[in-house]
């Protein structure tokens, strides 16, 4: 790990003003925020990331963690910890498929310490980007190649990548929020903003080593996820190599309203499997307004993979994807709303 300036703080303006000297990109970035610090740290010491300063925000934790259920929606601090929210009864009552997708990821002693904002703002967990001893990674050196187009890519993304990088996004949670239309308070050096939670990813275009959308020195402050017929009816179904402390290799965050038997809405979220959280508004499309049977699952899970373009050892990924949708969705029409 290199030398690095440490600040702490407990004024958010501050912190966003702290954070303002910036490089180009998220990963070359002079400064780096520290939530729990399970991402950050772990790729310093990897010189992965190499900030200069670590502003350390955990002193706003009390003010930026509440968790709020409110009939127009379910509203979650940035600073609050991934275990606070899974076990929250409301949260597990009213939006399932968010708690489950913050419960079945990494394991309870990183769940208890990780926050939702450094949550959506996690690595790749692709091999060549971690290790800086790899010469070809964009997202590391923009310019230099993508190790994976040649390399293992066994568990690397099929939807939504290009050229410039094939890797995938892995966390649980912004699949789930980017199912069910979310939002994400911000704040920066010019003031507070609030954008839709699926424009805060970007894709590579060409830049991998841009990740997000976010301005420099612009903090996440909370998540909104506005009320909804579907939300109580909805489920993550995660598919990993172990049961248990695994990223997923093919997930689905699926929300539905029903009437009767027919789908009057569906929101529809796929992880493991692409360059950024993933909605599928092709499968929500062939569902709405058609009954929830096996083969119309089937027909849903063909339209969201049918842009799929794989490399060699994730040829079976847009298969599996297909199978856990069709999964995800009949296990959440047989959910009791
Ligand atoms: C062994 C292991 C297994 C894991 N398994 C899973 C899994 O199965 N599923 C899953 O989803 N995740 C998994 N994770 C990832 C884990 O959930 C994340 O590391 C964690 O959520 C990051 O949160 P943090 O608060 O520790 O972020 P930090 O490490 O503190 O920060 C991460 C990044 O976010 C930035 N940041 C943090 N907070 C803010 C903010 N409010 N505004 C702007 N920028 C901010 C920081 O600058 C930094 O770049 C795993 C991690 C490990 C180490």
């Given at each position: 790990?290199?030398?690095?300036?440490?600040?702490?703080?407990?004024?958010?303006?501050?912190?966003?003003?702290?954070?303002?000297?910036?490089?180009?990109?998220?990963?070359?970035?002079?400064?780096?925020?520290?939530?729990?610090?399970?991402?950050?740290?772990?790729?310093?010491?990897?010189?992965?990331?190499?900030?200069?300063?670590?502003?350390?925000?955990?002193?706003?934790?009390?003010?930026h963690s509440a968790i709020e259920v409110t009939a127009s929606g379910l509203?979650?601090?940035?600073?609050?910890?991934?275990?606070?929210?899974?076990?929250?009864?409301?949260v597990a009552r009213d939006y399932p498929v968010i708690a489950q997708s913050?419960?079945?990821?990494?394991?309870?002693?990183?769940?208890?310490?990780?926050?939702?904002?450094?949550?959506?703002?996690?690595?790749?967990?692709?091999?060549?980007?971690?290790?800086?001893?790899?010469?070809?990674?964009?997202?590391?050196?923009?310019?230099?190649?993508?190790?994976?187009?040649?390399?293992?890519?066994?568990?690397?993304?099929?939807?939504?990548?290009?050229?410039?990088?094939?890797?995938?996004?892995?966390?649980?949670?912004?699949?789930?929020?980017?199912?069910?239309?979310?939002?994400?308070?911000?704040?920066?050096?010019?003031?507070p903003r609030v954008i839709a939670f699926d424009t805060l990813h970007r894709?590579?275009?060409?830049?991998?080593?841009?990740?997000?959308?976010?301005?420099?020195?612009?903090?996440?402050?909370?998540?909104?996820?506005?009320?909804?017929?579907?939300?109580?009816?909805?489920?993550?179904?995660?598919?990993?190599?172990?049961?248990?402390?695994?990223?997923?290799?093919?997930?689905?965050?699926?929300?539905?309203?029903?009437?009767?038997?027919?789908?009057?809405?569906?929101?529809?979220?796929?992880?493991?499997?692409?360059?950024?959280?993933?909605?599928?508004?092709?499968?929500?499309?062939?569902?709405?307004?058609?009954?929830?049977?096996?083969?119309?699952?089937?027909?849903?899970?063909?339209?969201?993979?049918?842009?799929?373009?794989?490399?060699?050892?994730?040829?079976?990924?847009?298969?599996?994807?297909?199978?856990?949708?069709?999964?995800?969705?009949?296990?959440?029409?047989?959910?009791?709303?």
């Amino acid at each position: 790990m290199r030398p690095f300036a440490y600040e702490r703080t407990n004024d958010l303006v501050q912190a966003a003003h702290a954070g303002f000297q910036t490089g180009a990109g998220q990963t070359d970035a002079d400064t780096q925020f520290l939530a729990g610090g399970t991402t950050l740290i772990d790729l310093m010491k990897l010189d992965v990331l190499t900030p200069r300063r670590v502003v350390d925000l955990n002193p706003l934790t009390a003010q930026h963690s509440a968790i709020e259920v409110t009939a127009s929606g379910l509203r979650l601090g940035a600073m609050a910890r991934m275990s606070a929210v899974a076990d929250t009864p409301d949260v597990a009552r009213d939006y399932p498929v968010i708690a489950q997708s913050l419960d079945l990821a990494a394991s309870a002693q990183i769940r208890n310490m990780a926050s939702l904002g450094g949550n959506v703002l996690q690595r790749t967990r692709c091999p060549y980007y971690r290790d800086p001893s790899w010469t070809a990674c964009n997202k590391r050196h923009p310019g230099s190649g993508c190790s994976a187009l040649e390399g293992v890519n066994v568990n690397h993304a099929v939807l939504g990548t290009d050229k410039s990088c094939i890797s995938q996004y892995p966390g649980d949670f912004a699949v789930a929020l980017v199912a069910l239309g979310a939002q994400v308070e911000l704040l920066g050096p010019d003031g507070p903003r609030v954008i839709a939670f699926d424009t805060l990813h970007r894709g590579p275009e060409g830049k991998p080593h841009i990740e997000t959308t976010l301005k420099p020195g612009e903090l996440i402050t909370a998540f909104q996820v506005p009320a909804g017929a579907w939300t109580r009816r909805s489920l993550y179904l995660k598919i990993r190599n172990r049961q248990s402390y695994e990223f997923a290799i093919s997930s689905a965050a699926v929300a539905l309203d029903l009437d009767g038997g027919v789908v009057r809405a569906a929101r529809i979220g796929l992880g493991g499997m692409a360059y950024r959280p993933w909605r599928s508004k092709e499968a929500e499309a062939v569902l709405t307004g058609k009954p929830l049977t096996e083969a119309n699952a089937e027909a849903a899970a063909r339209a969201a993979l049918a842009g799929a373009v794989t490399h060699g050892g994730n040829a079976y990924k847009p298969e599996l994807a297909r199978r856990t949708l069709v999964r995800a969705l009949l296990q959440t029409a047989a959910m009791e709303a």
